[in-house]
């Protein structure tokens, strides 16, 4: 081969490609979906890092907040509340949810579907609503308040009770998929082996969920350390941090120290992120080409008392959930206990009314339709766009510190941003399209790593051969694409539209009176110390959440059909 040759060949190598209109289009959307990201994530985040280095009148003072905050002993001691709480409620938590996905993917009891379906119901609940049925179930006038003898539901025993119930469902999914992928050739080793039961487990079964039991651990540990609602109603005198920022914000008006105590909390919830990502980057695939599918082995010893355990712990969701239910009805508890609707007019409670559950479903319509178009959007142009890989990178980035970011820091930082009076998009603070934004915002992640998954399935040929054709991208997209991905973008939908509907803690700083939510009402009432309307308006809340539920499946079973008939072919 010539040198000129040679030459010839890196001359062509080094000229780039000429970019088509689709391609500067693209690139157009992706420094949108960059600038909606920096706009509604990074500068709030930065108004609020800013505001908790400030004093009173706004002039810099540096780490003195923070000094003031560790020097205050009633407050820092709430860190060591949240911690308490968190690791209790995580290991309590993981235990039973371990114990439940094991026994819905390797065992051959009956009526799984029933089990997981009452399993998952807690995910259509705001999670106000154990704390309100506990209170019912154990409080000073509780029906089984003998139970817990001479202590008090009002403090840790109350909050942890509440945060299992609250994140049990989200550990069941993640070690369900990991119970879920197994590969049976190792079990029958173990067999041929003579090997215990217990041995299997240590040296087999673990080792094959231990990457979904991490993430499960962080994602709960997470989940309670960042939550509001249970301590909010049942903590009592015991303060954690997320109760210490309401009440710096909304009893002291002390928006500074509000800010520095969403710093704290913002710390743990961003370390356990890191390491959950650290980890599943170190995930390899259990299941090989060669691999056969587990199939489990009736066992009527074990079956029996799997059933069993499975039928406490269904009873118990249902129980809670049901104590709510009842108390919603009765007249006047624990003195008239007939049932009626009194509850249920909302529109003489105080806290909020029949409004504020209208406001809720527009809200998580409105969520529902612009976050989809958003967050699919948005996913798209990261995937399949070409080149620019820097500004990909970039965004991929962006769409993941969502989860990191607790709910109450983002409201927080939305006060300091969207209020501060040299902003011009100030005039959209306290009406409904920042609780629309800060909810996206808020539930973006998921979101996007379901879209982003839907669209890594597809062959990247549709757009090449589409290009070649002279299609334009948005035809192809339109086309192709969406009816393709309908079953990812119709689970984005109803996942944005119920936790928009049980969303409290994004959302506590930024409504007006004209944009109340029924969630916000709940908790209202519950302050104003009407708990029995509080639990009505949470009952509405799962109603409506399990009835959207049941409306979506039946109104795009038709819709799935047709779009994944191709996938029969």
Known sequence: MTDQTLQTRATASAIKPKLSRDDWVMRAFILGIGLWLVVTLLLPLYSMLSKSAQNKDGAFVGLANYIEYFSTPALFHSINNSFFIAIVSTIITISLASV???ILSRSMIPFK?????????PLLAPSLLPGISFVYLFGRQGVLKDWIGDYSIYGPIGIVMGEVFYTFPHALMILIAAFSIADARLYEATVVLRTSRIRTFFTVTLPGIKYGLISAIFVVFTLVITDFGIPKVIGGQYNVLATDIYKQVIGQ??????????VVLLIPAILAFAVDRFVQRKQVAMLTARAVPYEPKPHALLDKIFFVYCCVIGLAIIGIIGMAGYASFVTFWPYNLELSLNNYDFDVMDGGGWSSFYNSLKMAAYTAIFGTVIIF???????????????????QFLCMIPMAVPGMVLGLAYIFFFNHPDNPLGIIYGTMPILVIVTIAHFYTVSHLTAMTALKQMDPEFETVSASLKVPFFRTFLKVTVPVCMPAILDISIYLFVNAMTTVSAVIF????????ASIAALNMDDA????????????????SAGVRVLHALLTRGMARKTQAWRKR
Do not use: H, W
Request: net charge positive; proline share 2%.
């Open 510 to 517: 930024l409504y007006s009176t004209d944009t109340s939510l």
């Open 113 to 121: 579907g029933v089990f997981k379906g009452i399993a998952l119901l």
């Open 529 to 544: 110390g009407d708990v029995a309307p509080a639990a009505a308006m949470c009952m509405v809340i799962v109603a409506t």
């Open 100 to 102: 439940f996905a094991f």
């Open 377 to 395: 959007t948005g996913a798209y142009m990261v995937e399949k766009a070409k080149g620019f890989k820097f500004m990909r990178g970039i965004i």
């Open 253 to 262: 008006q002390n928006f500074e120290m509000g800010a520095v105590v969403s």
